[in-house]
């Protein structure tokens, strides 16, 4: 059964880093995808970053040069760097991974409906 848990969530400054781990089990990275996503209040969900097969990974250009991602295969955790924090980056942030043996592509890979499993999320708030 895969699990998804999110940790790292806290309040920090604006110009800030921290840092959000997702610890998977249920499943080996081999063939799978993993992202994350975060839903600010009154908004939709959006990609955040993802890491997939072979390696890749995709960033989305809202977060592009401040936020990366890295896997842990020791851990089984994949990490999101985040640095020069900004409020409009709080939010909920979730984890999500789904079998996908093809990469899908830099969009693609940051789309909610390519992905079965979720997290229930880790909250992320930054003050000005």
């Known amino acids: 059964q895969v699990h998804l848990v999110e940790s790292g969530g806290d309040s920090v400054q604006a110009g800030g880093s921290l840092t959000l781990s997702c610890a998977y089990s249920?499943?080996?990275?081999?063939?799978?995808?993993i992202a994350w996503f975060r839903q600010a209040p009154g908004k939709e969900r959006e990609g955040v970053a993802s890491?997939?097969?072979?390696?890749?990974?995709s960033v989305a250009d809202s977060v592009k040069g401040r936020f990366s991602v890295s896997k842990d295969n020791a851990k089984n955790t994949l990490t999101l760097q985040r640095n020069s924090l900004k409020p409009e980056d709080t939010g909920m942030y979730y984890c999500?991974?789904?079998?996908?043996?093809?990469?899908?592509?830099?969009?693609?890979?940051?789309?909610?409906?390519?992905?079965?499993?979720w997290g229930i999320g880790t909250q992320v708030t930054v003050s000005s």
């Open positions: 249920g499943f080996t990275f081999s063939g799978y995808s």
């Open positions: 890491f997939g097969t072979y390696g890749r990974t």
């Open positions: 999500a991974a789904s079998q996908l043996p093809v990469w899908p592509g830099v969009r693609e890979s940051l789309t909610q409906r390519i992905y079965k499993y």
